[in-house]
């Protein structure tokens, strides 16, 4: 069991915790909470009703532009309905978001394992979310031959899901990448000129 499953008692609550902490002007449906979270819906209406007692979310009428995905096709549908957000003024708000932040988005070996079996990864760097930096442009960076985006893609929608936040990524086979290198293109020198910390180097991209 982790630090933060033995402190808020289960891995729902924490996904629901990084949900709306990390995303705090942001109204959710039912719906959205449990594909985002990928949690079981009882689970999670047990949850919500938990933290609305606590006054962390409140329910709200809410209407917004909803994407929907029929086969390749995507679509965007106005929805009204009950929904949920952060209660702005939730008083512990700050420690509560730096103790999530700090304790459950490490950017360490592990999180470059998850992209070894993607192709032949090269080069991962993590900023943004997973260095506190809530002003980079990029939170990931991933370069590599014959590099499989469809498995990327899914594991991206998985760290998502465990951290409760969109990623910003990157991915690049090594010959566009380091051609960017090259030209000094803006994205990657936002990425190397900033804080950021590489977690695989094959390229030799950072000084030793």
């Not at 939170?139 to 998985?158: T, W």
């Amino acid at each position: 069991m982790d630090a933060l499953t033995a402190i808020f008692g289960n891995e729902v609550k924490i996904k629901l915790l990084r949900l709306f902490l990390f995303n705090e002007a942001k109204p959710f449906f039912l719906k959205e909470i449990v594909a985002r979270t990928k949690c079981n819906a009882a689970a999670v209406k047990k949850e919500l009703n938990l933290l609305a007692k606590a006054d962390l979310i409140r329910k709200k009428q809410v209407a917004k532009d909803i994407e929907i995905k029929k086969g390749k096709k995507l679509s965007v549908k106005r929805v009204n309905g009950a929904g949920f957000v952060f209660n702005e003024k939730f008083a512990y708000k700050d420690p509560l978001k730096n103790l999530l932040t700090v304790v459950s988005i490490q950017a360490d070996e592990s999180l470059a394992k998850r992209f070894s079996a993607v192709g032949k990864t090269k080069l991962v760097i993590a900023a943004g979310i997973f260095i506190q930096n809530w002003d980079s442009r990029v939170d990931l960076l991933i370069v590599g031959d014959e590099l499989n985006m469809h498995k990327i893609e899914a594991i991206i929608s998985n760290i998502e899901a465990d951290i409760g936040k969109e990623i910003s990524y990157s991915a690049f086979e090594t010959p566009d990448f380091e051609y960017r290198l090259g030209i000094h293109d803006r994205l990657v020198r936002d990425i190397l000129d900033y804080p950021h910390v590489t977690l695989l180097d094959r390229l030799g991209i950072e000084p030793q």
